[in-house]
């Protein structure tokens, strides 16, 4: 999930006592061994990707898998995509910044699979033959919502894209020492390679890897933490030293918990990267697939935090909050505990690249393509118009990447207001017919321009919140005032041949 | 009103203890799709 960053700083947290990972210009590691670790991964995920693309040469295979993914690749899948850099890297410095509830509040971020869990199951079951979540909204509410819908949700793909490949080169470059620009180069390159080997085959296989070493990664660093310092002395120096991060009654964290938790259900609901997953699943594995993600994905925040508390323990000077994960792991583990963080950050960017990579690239073929240029495309064009969209992502994310935008951060957090706006127009149109595409229409509209004023009116952290509030109250109202039946065969479409 | 130490022990420990189990879970989950053919 992105949206935790939004409160990124880099503030100074000077310690009791004094160490020597003291600046934040220091990486952990040295660039030769960085350049061994990255050229290792990139080398698996590319033999991985073309050996499991071999066989995906139709449109289906390429783009959904054959939508025939089983649970335990769907689990892994929605957990490792789920899996940022941030849930590695910013939930330990939300919980140096906020404490116990910034840790709370990371977890919720989980509810926004548990509540996709139904939806995916009646998603595959009203939709066998769909492509995207712009299909569901053109066939449920008509061309211009589904325009309305396309612009933000495109522009949050590629804003979430851009923001995973900087991320990757920012983290890269903060852990080995390797040039921003190299790193963000390297983790791009084999993204797109491995995604375009493989298609989503490849991107599913390789997250359930991925998956697996972050899970790994996270367990032996908390465990780490637990025996060499016990919860006791890691609470009392957090006592004494931070005493604010324990206090459950800390307002700024609580009002983050909420506008985490409604940022997080739209960004899953409306984002094709849910949906595309949600076809992919087998028949009858979309809901248990979400759930068990959204349960086994709760607790991965807390554990990422409780590492950040061990800091004032360990009498760690941390330069910059948001490396406070890495300077506790090296502190820990020494080199070891470092290059563990270089994998998981590794595998977690790559996670959440290829998804995106993919999940946009039909997004873009087959509602700006197909949809609007192209009726008549057959399968065996859309895949090869897959093809070069992913590659074109890659090459356009490079050119946003390069420069490394500094007020992205301020562009994403205004998508909170817009991603929210999309929860009830999608829930209420994947259960109640009665549910008009003018109501849907105005929903979205209004919770974003709503939310959008609650942003610069208020602040960051009421934009999701108003946008998800107005556009629930537009839902209801024009639902309940004038209702307009629809019949849900409408959205099984034809597959193109 | 401050968390105790105990209660920060027992958060953790439980959030430790099902991440640990995630991996475990995984494995089990992909060998009986890959027995039954439901792999992907």
New interface residues.
Partial sequence: MIQARLISQSQSYPAKKGNDLNSAQDAILDPDTGWIILAGFSLLWLVLGWYWGRKSTDLDQFVL??R??????G??TA?ATWVTSNTTMLAPQLAFQM??WGMLGYSLGSVGLLLFAPLAGRIRLLMPSGYTSGDFIRLRYGKTAWRVFLGISLLYCLGWLVSMGMAGGILINALTGIDYLYGMSVILSICVLYTLLGGF?AV?GTD?IQ??LI??G??II??LA?TKLG??E???AV?QQR?EL????MPAAIMFLFNNLLFGIGEIFHSNVWWSRAFAF?QGVGFRAYF?AG??W???P??AG?IA?AAPALGLNIPAADMVGPLVSAEILGVSGAILVLIMVFAALSSSIDSLLAATSILIVEDIYRRHLRPSASAKILRRASTLVILGLGILTWLLCAPRISNLAAVLNITGAFVARTIWPIAAGLYWKSTNPAGAITAMITGSAIGFAAYHLIDWYVAALTGACVSMLVVLISTWLWPREFAWDRLNEAQPT | MMTSATFLAVMVTIALAITAAAPVLLIVLLVRDWLRGELW
């Fill in positions: 898998a054959g025939k993914v089983g649970l335990a690749l689990v892994a957990m404490g116990i085959k599913i359930f998956a697996i899970l790994c996270l367990i908390a465990y637990i919860f006791e890691i609470h009392d006592q005493p324990l206090n459950l009654m087998r068990l349960v086994l709760a607790p991965i807390i554990v409780f508390l």
